[in-house]
C-alpha cells in the first residue's frame, strides 16, 4: 500500500484515465501506480481501478500538460457528444502548448516551447556515425543502454552541433514529446524532426530500479513500450536521441 498524504492507494497495477486511444478509439489510457507505466486497455476491462482527482494544474510549479484531446467516445469506440460525459475531451484539463511548439534552430536542433528542452533534430544520429554501432544489427543506430549512455558521452567530447552537454533524455522528457491524440511519427516529422519510422522506440536515461533493465519510450503511440512491458533488459538495442537544457 503507498499513502501520498491524500488517503491511501492499494498498489494495483492499473488505475483508469478520462483519456481515449483515439487511434484506436475502443481503447482507454491507463496507468500503473506501481511501475508508472502508461498503457491502454479496452473500454471493457474490469481490470483497472479508479482514483478520483479534482482542481487544476495551470498554476503549479510543476503543471501537468494537456493531451489536446477535444472529442469523446463510448465504449464501441463511437464519437459522442462530450457534454456531461466528464471525459478528458469535454474537460481538457492542464496546460496547453504554444500554437508552433517546436522551432528549427538551424543548426541541427530543435527546440520545444512547451518545455524549454532542445532535442537533435536527427533522430537517430548514430546510423549516420558508421562503424560505431556493432550492437544487434550493425550501424543502425540501435544499441544496447550501456553503450546508448556512452555514444552520449562521445557526442559531447565532440560537441555535438555545437554542444557538450548532451544527455539521453529521462523518461517523462521524451514522453513530453507526445500527445495522446494524434499519431506522433507523423507529427514529429512534420515539425521538422528526422525520424526513422522503423524505429519508434528509444531508450531513456532511466534504470529499472535495482535491476537490469531499463525504461523505453515508444515515441509512436506516447506509451513506455508500447503499454506491454514498460522496461527491456539493457542487454537490448534501441537508438539515442540527445537531448540539452
Given at each position: 500500500?503507498?499513502?501520498y498524504?491524500?488517503?491511501?492507494?492499494?498498489?494495483?497495477?492499473?488505475?483508469?484515465t478520462s483519456?481515449?486511444?483515439?487511434?484506436?478509439?475502443?481503447?482507454?489510457?491507463t496507468?500503473?501506480?506501481?511501475?508508472?507505466n502508461?498503457s491502454?486497455?479496452d473500454?471493457t476491462s474490469v481490470i483497472?481501478?479508479?482514483?478520483?482527482?479534482?482542481g487544476?494544474?495551470s498554476?503549479?510549479?510543476?503543471?501537468?500538460?494537456?493531451?489536446l484531446q477535444?472529442?469523446?467516445?463510448?465504449?464501441?469506440?463511437?464519437?459522442?457528444?462530450?457534454?456531461?460525459?466528464?471525459?478528458?475531451?469535454?474537460l481538457q484539463?492542464?496546460?496547453?502548448p504554444?500554437a508552433?511548439?517546436?522551432?528549427d534552430?538551424?543548426?541541427?536542433?530543435?527546440t520545444?516551447g512547451l518545455?524549454?528542452?532542445?532535442?537533435?533534430k536527427?533522430?537517430?544520429?548514430?546510423?549516420s556515425d558508421p562503424g560505431w554501432?556493432k550492437?544487434g544489427a550493425?550501424?543502425d543506430?540501435?544499441?544496447?543502454w550501456?553503450?546508448?549512455?556512452?555514444?552520449?558521452?562521445?557526442l559531447?567530447?565532440?560537441?555535438?552541433?555545437?554542444?557538450?552537454?548532451?544527455r539521453?533524455p529521462?523518461?517523462l522528457?521524451l514522453?513530453?514529446?507526445?500527445?495522446?491524440?494524434?499519431?506522433n511519427?507523423?507529427a514529429l516529422?512534420?515539425?521538422?524532426?528526422?525520424?526513422?519510422?522503423q524505429?519508434?522506440?528509444?531508450?531513456?536515461?532511466?534504470?529499472?530500479?535495482?535491476?537490469?533493465?531499463?525504461w523505453?519510450?515508444?515515441v509512436?503511440?506516447?506509451?513506455q513500450?508500447g503499454?506491454?512491458?514498460?522496461v527491456?533488459?539493457k542487454?537490448?538495442v534501441?537508438?539515442v536521441?540527445?537531448?540539452?537544457n
Amino acid at each position: 500500500m503507498v499513502n501520498y498524504g491524500l488517503g491511501a492507494i492499494y498498489t494495483l497495477r492499473e488505475y483508469w484515465t478520462s483519456t481515449t486511444d483515439v487511434l484506436l478509439p475502443k481503447l482507454s489510457w491507463t496507468v500503473s501506480i506501481v511501475l508508472g507505466n502508461v498503457s491502454i486497455l479496452d473500454k471493457t476491462s474490469v481490470i483497472a481501478h479508479v482514483v478520483p482527482v479534482r482542481g487544476d494544474s495551470s498554476t503549479a510549479i510543476a503543471a501537468v500538460a494537456s493531451t489536446l484531446q477535444t472529442g469523446c467516445f463510448d465504449t464501441d469506440g463511437t464519437s459522442i457528444p462530450c457534454a456531461g460525459t466528464g471525459q478528458d475531451g469535454e474537460l481538457q484539463k492542464g496546460v496547453k502548448p504554444p500554437a508552433t511548439r517546436f522551432t528549427d534552430n538551424s543548426d541541427g536542433t530543435m527546440t520545444d516551447g512547451l518545455t524549454g528542452r532542445m532535442w537533435s533534430k536527427d533522430a537517430n544520429h548514430m546510423k549516420s556515425d558508421p562503424g560505431w554501432d556493432k550492437d544487434g544489427a550493425w550501424d543502425d543506430g540501435a544499441v544496447s543502454w550501456l553503450h546508448a549512455m556512452d555514444y552520449i558521452t562521445k557526442l559531447n567530447s565532440e560537441s555535438y552541433l555545437g554542444y557538450s552537454d548532451w544527455r539521453l533524455p529521462n523518461i517523462l522528457e521524451l514522453q513530453s514529446l507526445t500527445q495522446n491524440n494524434i499519431d506522433n511519427m507523423d507529427a514529429l516529422i512534420a515539425a521538422g524532426f528526422n525520424l526513422d519510422i522503423q524505429r519508434g522506440q528509444y531508450w531513456t536515461s532511466n534504470p529499472y530500479s535495482q535491476s537490469y533493465s531499463a525504461w523505453v519510450v515508444q515515441v509512436f503511440h506516447g506509451i513506455q513500450n508500447g503499454g506491454q512491458t514498460p522496461v527491456w533488459p539493457k542487454v537490448e538495442v534501441f537508438p539515442v536521441w540527445p537531448v540539452r537544457n
